[in-house]
């Protein structure tokens, strides 16, 4: 189970930090993310932090922006968040058990978090 926190309001330029808590999985053994989606818009992948060795890959849209991390010893997720934008606002999912196949995904077997809010005002 995942439980995403964190989310919020904040105005343009700046920041949040999202949380997210697993239980009955270690969240390290699986390549882990985030996912948003916004009103009226498919959903997004990112950022993503692989199991092994714990490398990252970030969508273009936060790069540079955003920074995944994993804490191993309290089994969380974390996505921090700086120079938000409007653009930004969004349901950020967490995810475990991501496949790439020419994008991101999530296995049939994998995990969501029921999802925080974010909303970057202008």
């Known amino acids: 189970q995942l439980q995403a926190s964190g989310g919020g309001l904040v105005q343009a330029g700046g920041s949040l930090r999202l949380s997210c808590a697993a239980s009955?999985?270690?969240?390290?053994?699986?390549?882990s993310g985030w996912f948003r989606q916004a009103p009226g818009k498919e959903r997004e992948i990112v950022a993503v932090?692989?199991?092994?060795?714990?490398?990252?890959w970030y969508a273009d849209s936060v790069k540079g922006r955003f920074s995944i991390s994993r804490d191993v010893a309290k089994n969380t997720l974390s996505l921090q968040m700086n120079s938000l934008t409007p653009e930004d606002t969004a349901v950020y999912h967490c995810?475990?058990?991501?496949?790439?196949?020419?994008?991101?995904?999530?296995?049939?077997?994998?995990?969501w978090g029921p999802g925080t809010q974010v909303t970057v005002s202008s």
């Open positions: 995810v475990a058990d991501l496949r790439w196949r020419n994008s991101w995904y999530v296995r049939p077997e994998g995990y």
């Open positions: 009955g999985r270690t969240v390290s053994s699986y390549h």
């Open positions: 932090i692989i199991s092994s060795g714990g490398s990252t």
